[in-house]
Nanobody, 129 residues
Framework: EVQLQAYGGGLVQAGGSLRLSCAASGFIFDDYAIGWFRQAPGKEREGVSCISSTDGSFYYADSVKGRFTISSDNAKNTVYLQMNSLKPEDTAVYYC??????????????????????WGKGTQVTVSS
């Protein structure tokens, strides 16, 4: 059974940090790119970051560049999203997802969620001002 479990969310003050984890099982982790998405109430789901399995290349949304860092521990089948300098606008439910090999980025700018094969349940991140 394929499972993606995102955890590590919580309540943090603006300027603070959180580290999200995405634990994967039920598929060959090394063959999949893992992406992070978020969705705030009333807003569309947004691709935040992604790490490809082929070359470890990264994608970051413009809104999080310089503040968020994605990393992977293949021995633990886990991808992390280190979130620093958090802002109230980062408040959302964060999801991790998987697609084969490479992160699909549309127009070189937007992480494509239609390409993702597997999704986990989200974890809530709330940033207070």
């Amino acid at each position: 059974e394929v499972q993606l479990q995102a955890y590590g969310g919580g309540l943090v003050q603006a300027g603070g940090s959180l580290r999200l984890s995405c634990a994967a099982s039920g598929f060959i982790f090394d063959d999949y790119a893992i992406g992070w998405f978020r969705q705030a109430p009333g807003k569309e789901r947004e691709g935040v970051s992604c790490i490809s399995s082929t070359d470890g290349s990264f994608y970051y949304a413009d809104s999080v560049k310089g503040r968020f860092t994605i990393s992977s521990d293949n021995a633990k089948n886990t991808v992390y999203l280190q979130m620093n300098s958090l802002k109230p606008e980062d408040t959302a439910v964060y999801y991790c997802a998987a697609e084969p090999l490479i992160c699909t980025v549309v127009g070189g700018r937007r992480l494509d969620y239609y390409g993702m094969d597997y999704w986990g349940k989200g974890t809530q991140v709330t940033v207070s001002s």
